[in-house]
T-cell receptor, first 112, second 113 residues
Framework: DTAVSQTPKYLVTQMGNDKSIKCEQN?????MYWYKQDSKKFLKIMFS???????INETVPNRFSPKSPDKAHLNLHINSLELGDSAVYFC???????????FGEGSWLTVV | GNSVTQMEGPVTLSEEAFLTINCTYT??????LFWYVQYPGEGLQLLLK?????DKGSNKGFEATYRKETTSFHLEKGSVQVSDSAVYFC????????????FGKGITLSVRP
């Protein structure tokens, strides 16, 4: 069973479109994250949610809107996609009392 | 703020060579330290971790020791294999609701047969 799963794995879309990436974790964790990996492989946090509450919101354009319907799910919606949004987006989860963050397999987004 | 610095890459080694990838950090208090690995076309996997000073994390023949005095967490492997070719990330985090991983830039390792 996949612990942190995200869909879709690959997404090619045109500039200006709106798209969503979904994430689910079955580890029973209370904290979930979105990270972005750019073309140089650099990883940076975008958002984190703890028990459905937004905790971390780094400097991210407001075209990006996360939504956490429950502790096991954290979705990422992106409006008006731009070429610069092309990246790999990783969902992750952890337990507040723990210190290890587990990642999904990534969603490769290409904006053309 | 917290930061992680990794040695510049890429690194190319022959099979069975000894590997060292340097990682140093700047942080307050006592973060936990991690090495993550990303194989080509795949996601991030936790390779090993250490949660306090002098702890040694180990997995799949890789080792790293948490050195508080030198603020380092260097990754080593005695004999690399072609299958170790990947991107390696050093990272730190703290426990708690505000926890997040701060990553180094990553280093690409290529192992030749």
């Amino acid at each position: 069973d996949t612990a942190v799963s995200q869909t879709p794995k690959y997404l090619v879309t045109q500039m200006g479109n709106d798209k969503s990436i979904k994430c689910e974790q079955n580890l029973g964790h209370d904290t979930m994250y979105w990270y972005k990996q750019d073309s140089k492989k650099f990883l940076k946090i975008m958002f984190s949610y703890n028990n459905k509450e937004l905790i971390i919101n780094e400097t991210v354009p407001n075209r990006f809107s996360p939504k956490s319907p429950d502790k096991a799910h954290l979705n990422l919606h992106i409006n008006s996609l731009e070429l610069g949004d092309s990246a790999v987006y990783f969902c992750a989860s952890s337990q507040t009392s723990g210190n290890t963050i587990y990642f999904g397999e990534g969603s490769w987004l290409t904006v053309v | 703020g917290n930061s992680v610095t990794q040695m510049e890459g890429p690194v190319t080694l022959s099979e069975e060579a000894f590997l060292t990838i340097n990682c140093t950090y700047t942080a307050t208090g006592y973060p936990s330290l991690f090495w993550y690995v990303q194989y080509p076309g795949e996601g991030l996997q936790l390779l090993l971790k250490a949660t306090k000073a002098d702890d040694k994390g180990s997995n799949k023949g890789f080792e790293a020791t948490y050195r508080k005095e030198t603020t380092s967490f260097h990754l080593e492997k005695g004999s690399v294999q072609v299958s170790d070719s990947a991107v390696y990330f050093c990272a730190l985090s703290y426990t708690g609701a505000n926890s997040k991983l701060t990553f180094g830039k990553g280093i690409t390792l290529s192992v030749r047969p």
